[in-house]
């Protein structure tokens, strides 16, 4: 096996527990009725908080929990980046929530 191949296999475990450790967290704090998390980091590949291109960095997350029911569109913002607290601490960079209470 070659080194770049070895690369390439820590990388994507890499991406696999990033996003593991997301979806983790967030069903944790908010038991969801539905949970979408994407890397969308090679989008961003060169810009801020991800000037090589790495993954990792960059997700969008859809996510309907009872949690957000009388909350607005900032207060289930927050409520998402405290809950991935530890994730931006490791490296990740930018959050695109879309938080919704069950029915909206």
Aim: proline share 3%.
């Amino acid at each position: 096996m070659g080194s770049a191949l070895l690369a390439g296999n820590k990388r994507e475990r890499f991406l696999t527990e990033t996003t593991h450790r997301i979806e983790q967290a967030l069903k944790a704090a908010f038991a969801p009725e539905a949970l979408s998390v994407v890397d969308d980091s090679a989008r961003h590949a060169g810009h801020a908080g991800n000037p090589h291109g790495r993954g990792g960095t960059h997700f969008v997350v859809e996510i309907v929990a009872d949690a957000f029911a009388g909350k607005s569109r900032v207060e289930r913002h927050r409520l998402v980046n405290a809950a991935l607290a530890d994730e931006f601490e490791a490296g990740l960079h930018a959050l695109s929530v879309t938080a919704k209470a069950p029915g909206e």
